[in-house]
T-cell receptor, first 114, second 114 residues
C-alpha cells in the first residue's frame, strides 16, 4: 500500500459525458501527478501540482483539467469523453516534487467510455 | 527532450534463471533513472532509482541496476527469478531542473516458467 488513494476504482460512462477522478496523496506529500496508461500510448504524464499550484504540464488534452485543493487532494476532470479516453488513470505523489524524489503511485482508476 | 527505450516488450525466463531487462535513455542533462514494477491490476511500485550517487543501485526483491553513462543504459537484473517476479516492468527517466515529469519506457512484461 503506497498511501496514495484514488476513487473510484472503476468508472463506466458514455461518450460525451464528464467524469471526475479523485486522488488523496500520501500524508505529508505536497506534490501530485496524474498519468494516463493506455494500450496504444503507454504511460504518459498529464500534469503536476505542487501545494495547489500547477507546476508542469504534459500531454494533457484541453478537454481535461485538474486542480489541487487546500487539503492537498487533487481532482482530474475529463469532459466530452471519447472512446479513446478509455484508460487507466494513475495519481502519484511525492514530498516536494524534486527530480530525484520517489513518486508513489495510487492503484489507479480504470475508465471505460462506451 | 528525454526518452526511454526498453528492448523487448515480453521476456520469458525460467524460475531460478537470470532476469535481465534492458533500458536505454536519452537525456540532455544528467538524468535521474527509475525502475518501477506493476503487478496485475495494481499501481506502480518503485524497485530502485539512480540519483547520481553509486552507479550500481540495489533495490527491493533482489533487483539491482547499473548506470552506464557511456552506454546511456540502466539495465535491471536479478540473479535468480522467482514466480512472484511475473509482472510488467517500467524504466523511467526524469531530468532535473528541466522538468519534473517522469518519462516512461514502453514496459517489459516478464513471464516466469516453472
Amino acid at each position: 500500500d503506497s498511501g496514495v488513494t484514488q476513487t473510484p476504482k472503476h468508472l463506466i460512462t458514455a461518450t460525451g459525458q464528464r467524469v471526475t477522478l479523485r486522488c488523496s496523496p500520501r500524508s505529508g506529500d505536497l506534490s501530485v501527478y496524474w498519468y494516463q496508461q493506455s494500450l496504444d500510448q503507454g504511460l504518459q504524464f498529464l500534469i503536476q501540482y505542487y501545494n495547489g499550484e500547477e507546476r508542469a504540464k504534459g500531454n494533457i488534452l484541453e478537454r481535461f483539467s485538474a486542480q489541487q485543493f487546500p487539503d492537498l487532494h487533487s481532482e482530474l476532470n475529463l469532459s466530452s469523453l471519447e472512446l479513446g479516453d478509455s484508460a487507466l488513470y494513475f495519481c502519484a505523489s511525492s514530498v516536494t516534487g524534486g527530480p530525484g524524489e520517489t513518486q508513489y503511485f495510487g492503484p489507479g482508476t480504470r475508465l471505460l467510455v462506451l | 527532450a528525454q526518452s526511454v527505450t526498453q528492448l523487448g516488450s515480453h521476456v520469458s525466463v525460467s524460475e531460478g534463471a537470470l532476469v535481465l531487462l534492458r533500458c536505454n535513455y536519452s537525456s540532455s542533462v544528467p538524468p535521474y533513472l527509475f525502475w518501477y514494477v506493476q503487478y496485475p491490476n495494481q499501481g506502480l511500485q518503485l524497485l530502485l532509482k539512480y540519483t547520481s550517487a553509486a552507479t550500481l543501485v540495489k533495490g527491493i526483491n533482489g533487483f539491482e541496476a547499473e548506470f552506464k553513462k557511456s552506454e546511456t543504459s540502466f539495465h535491471l537484473t536479478k540473479p535468480s527469478a522467482h514466480m512472484s517476479d511475473a509482472a510488467e516492468y517500467f524504466c523511467a527517466v526524469r531530468q532535473g531542473a528541466a522538468g519534473n515529469k517522469l518519462t516512461f519506457g514502453g514496459g517489459t512484461r516478464v513471464l516466469v516458467k516453472p
